[in-house]
């Protein structure tokens, strides 16, 4: 079984929404809701090619990689946003009772939340220990991701009739 996080085992979209509009207001309020925009409409991918968007097409002209300072400092400013929200936001509602019906299933967290973030977040919450197939994110994409586990035969596709 193969989970997104936000939205599925953390009720954190709003948070990570919010989180995009405060780390990007030091350029001004329409630059931070053009990137609240692209990220709604960019669900799944990960903060650091949203973030490189924003630099090099809504502020237009700064380049993520050029010395990387704007880069680094809207992920800081965003990354202890969002961990702050994480900790407190709710946890999906019977999911122990769902992973307990299901003891033969691997699970796996797949998001395009940072990767290490998530670990921290999920074994300081206490539910690292569902996931046996691992958490995993950022900033390999989500379809990388899969791409890798398939291979390793960590998961594999079934088909449900």
Same mark, same amino acid.
């Not at 990137?35 to 650091?48: A, E, F, K, P």
């Not at 900790?87 to 939340?113: F, H, Y």
């Not at 900033?139 to 596709?157: F, G, H, V, Y």
């Given at each position: 079984m193969v989970f997104?996080?936000?939205?599925?085992?953390?009720?954190? #979209?709003? =948070? @990570?929404?919010?989180?995009?509009?405060?780390?990007? *207001?030091?350029?001004?309020?329409?630059?931070? !809701?053009?990137?609240?925009?692209?990220?709604l409409i960019?669900?799944g991918?990960s903060?650091?090619?949203?973030?490189e968007?924003?630099?090099? #097409?809504i =502020? @237009?002209?700064?380049?993520?990689?050029?010395?990387? *300072?704007?880069?680094?400092?809207?992920?800081k !400013?965003y990354?202890?946003?969002?961990?702050?929200?994480l900790?407190?936001?709710?946890?999906c509602?019977?999911?122990?009772?769902?992973?307990?019906?299901?003891p033969?299933?691997?699970w796996?967290i797949?998001?395009?939340g940072?990767?290490?973030?998530?670990?921290?977040?999920?074994?300081a919450?206490?539910?690292?220990?569902?996931?046996?197939?691992?958490?995993?994110?950022?900033p390999?994409?989500k379809e990388?991701?899969?791409?890798?586990?398939q291979?390793?035969?960590?998961i594999?596709?079934?088909?449900f009739?």
């Amino acid at each position: 079984m193969v989970f997104d996080c936000d939205g599925v085992i953390l009720d954190s #979209n709003r =948070i @990570k929404t919010e989180a995009f509009r405060q780390a990007a *207001l030091p350029y001004g309020a329409a630059a931070a !809701d053009a990137l609240v925009t692209y990220h709604l409409i960019n669900g799944g991918i990960s903060r650091y090619a949203k973030f490189e968007y924003f630099l090099k #097409n809504i =502020i @237009k002209g700064i380049e993520p990689n050029s010395g990387g *300072l704007a880069l680094q400092s809207l992920l800081k !400013d965003y990354a202890i946003a969002v961990k702050e929200g994480l900790m407190e936001c709710a946890v999906c509602k019977g999911l122990g009772d769902l992973r307990e019906a299901m003891p033969n299933q691997t699970w796996l967290i797949v998001s395009g939340g940072d990767q290490t973030e998530l670990r921290e977040i999920f074994a300081a919450r206490g539910i690292d220990h569902y996931f046996d197939g691992g958490i995993f994110g950022s900033p390999d994409s989500k379809e990388a991701i899969l791409s890798r586990e398939q291979a390793a035969q960590t998961i594999t596709p079934k088909l449900f009739f």
